[in-house]
């Protein structure tokens, strides 16, 4: 085991929790990915609204592009400039400002998009929520693009006295690794709040049934809600939640193999699916017991 | 997601579409081969012209297809497709060169994805019971104006067709897999933010043409890694296409909005 490598992993596991928080966040601002993209169906429900619908793909194939771009030109900036120390930090942030534009292209694209193809239920297009809301959505992207980038990068390249912990290079791995967290983004994000507040006028726990979709709460204690109501609402538990488990994802992607070696490492991993298979299960069985199945009233 | 698509169906458009497919294959076809003869400084530029037209070749045939109502398999059919794409255009390369002819690479490549496509389209409707009619017509669009884009774009990096300068340029340096979710995104992406009962298709085809000179711009950045000034060309031209065609789309949408505004509340419909 080398302590280096190993503390290097576990810095890893942690900027990717950071990364991950602001993913979701993000996510949450857009109105990206099931189940709270349903925003789209609201003007045809009767429910005109302020919201932003950033429907830029599903969220793995967009922070594939935004993490894959970032990766490419900061490849491409380390690989004539890398010698300079201290110059492959300045080139991550390079590449995520570049991505970061791309994301606010594709953001507007998308939000336009969306609300005039809802045109003829006179849903306005608010160049305010626009503009607003733009700002959070790709300052959070930039945060999520340099973390991916920075824990790609710290992949490649030699650490102490180990070699390299992964072979590919630079912008594959951040394509991949963006890819990963848009997944894990969608799956453990989205089902934290985002939907719970759009929905908040329905029972809580009861998820989003199509026959409720587009059925959105338009109203906020003080005016209409918008975008930036739904990310304060995420912001305690959705996006540090999702940020803990693509961290862990990380962490546990590279610890058991520098702790444990190849051969070891591979076994350690299987146990260690196995554990949480055991505690998902445990887990549920708590929650049916504990709340019961959901029942239609 | 079933907002996609209008109600008749297959999607009628101003554009038609038989035009956009001849336009993307010959277009895309003609500008790699075009940039074989072209030189390092203007080859590149007109092999990523190649690439935007087949983009927006491939966005319309995604909305005709996702007009069926395919909903959140409007990106899913982008990937798959362009998972095509990068095969084909691999294969094609790899082929023309154990056939000792560099030249018919680009013509390999486009057969070769538009057998899996049409296999990949097969299995969809016979075996998994799809039940779009047009779906083996537009999955061959596809994944023909994915295997074009990724081709193009490929050769406009490293300013030749050749499987080995391809190989070294665009494959060891991992940017095959950003081309790859880039022109998955700029293919699916139009249609996808469009949707909606009034979607319209020329609006749709500004959006694609702006993704695609988005596209064309960030692969000028990459292009900067084999050195001379085609780079800086391919990232201009591509800018100058992007602001006319992003000016475009956010007038057409201003334009046919029901309204707008830049502050205030929603008109009183019917709440």
Redesign the interface.
């Known amino acids: 085991m080398d302590p280096v490598t190993l503390g290097v992993v576990a810095l890893m596991g942690a900027v990717a929790t950071i990364g991950g928080a602001a993913e979701d966040l993000e996510s949450d601002i857009g109105s990206q990915s ?1 189940p709270n ?2 925003v ?2 609201a003007p ?1 429900m ?5 919201m932003i619908n950033k ?4 969220e793995p ?2 922070y ?2 935004w993490c ?2 970032a ?3 900061a ?2 900036l380390i ?1 004539l400039l890398g010698i300079i120390p201290g110059f492959p930090v300045i080139a991550i942030a390079i590449g995520a400002a ?1 991505a970061a534009c ?1 994301h606010a ?2 953001t ?3 939000h ?17 929520v626009l503009t607003q809301s733009l700002g959070p959505i790709v300052g959070h992207g930039f945060i999520t693009s340099f973390c991916i980038v920075g824990i790609s990068y710290l992949m490649t390249i030699p650490i102490g006295w180990s070699d390299p912990l992964h072979v ?6 951040a ?2 690794w ?2 990963a967290l848009g997944a894990i983004g969608s799956s453990t994000g989205d089902v934290h709040y985002g939907a719970e507040s759009e929905y908040q006028k329905f029972e809580f726990g009861g998820g989003t049934p ?1 026959a409720i979709q587009g059925d959105i709460v338009t109203k906020a204690p003080l ?2 809600k918008n975008s930036m109501d739904v990310v304060n609402f995420c912001a305690k538990f959705g996006g540090p939640l999702t940020g803990f488990c693509f961290g862990l994802v990380v962490f546990f992607s590279f610890w058991n193999t520098v702790v444990f070696g190849i051969y070891g490492g591979i076994v350690v991993g299987i146990i260690i699916v196995i554990l949480l298979i055991i505690m998902n299960d445990r887990l549920e069985v708590f929650a049916r017991n504990k709340y019961g199945p959901y029942e239609e009233e | ?3 996609g698509g209008s109600a008749d169906g297959a999607a009628a458009g101003a554009v038609n579409s038989t035009h956009l497919l001849i336009m993307g294959i010959v277009g895309g076809l003609l500008c790699i081969y075009l940039s074989g003869f072209l030189g390092d400084i203007v080859g590149p530029v007109i092999a990523a012209i190649g690439a935007v037209l087949a983009i927006v070749w491939g966005a319309d045939a995604i909305r005709r297809v996702a007009s069926y109502g395919l909903g ?1 398999g ?2 899913s059919i ?2 798959m497709s362009l998972s095509v794409g990068v095969i084909s255009a691999l294969a094609g390369i790899s082929l023309a060169t154990i056939l000792n002819m560099t030249i018919a690479g680009p013509v390999l490549a486009l057969v070769i994805a538009i057998i899996i496509g049409a296999i990949i389209a097969l299995i969809a409707t016979k075996i998994v019971g799809m039940k779009i009619p047009i779906m083996l017509q537009c999955t061959i669009e596809i994944a023909g104006a994915a295997c074009l884009a990724i081709f193009a774009f490929s050769t406009a990096i490293v300013g030749s067709y050749d499987m080995l300068a391809i190989y070294e340029g665009v494959v ?7 081309l ?3 022109c ?2 700029a293919i ?3 249609f ?8 319209d298709q020329v ?2 085809l500004k ?1 694609a043409a ?2 695609a000179f ?1 596209s064309m711009t ?1 692969v000028g ?2 292009s ?2 084999t050195g001379g000034f085609g780079w800086a060309i391919v990232l201009v031209v591509g800018l100058i296409g992007w602001v006319i065609s ?1 000016r475009a ?2 007038q057409a ?2 334009n ?8 205030g ?3 009183n ?3």
Request: net charge negative; aromatic share 10%; hydrophobic share 50%.
């Open positions: 099931n993209s349903q789209q169906l045809q009767g429910h005109l609204h302020r429907a830029a793909s599903g194939v967009a594939g592009v894959g771009v990766g490419a030109i490849y491409i690989s570049v791309v292209i594709y507007v694209t998308s336009m998009g969306r609300i005039v193809g809802q045109s003829q239920f006179e849903q306005p297009l608010f160049m305010d590919f290079p630079l912008p594959l791995l394509m991949l963006g890819i199509v005016g209409a | 997601m079933s907002a959140t409007v990106p982008g990937y060891a340096t991992g940017f095959i897999a950003v790859f979710i880039m998955t995104m699916q992406h139009p996808n933010a469009c949707l909606g009962p009034n979607e609006r749709t959006c702006s993704t988005l960030i950045m990459l900067s890694i992003f789309f956010v949408s201003c046919d909005a029901a309204s707008t505004r830049w502050a509340l929603w008109p419909v019917d709440e």
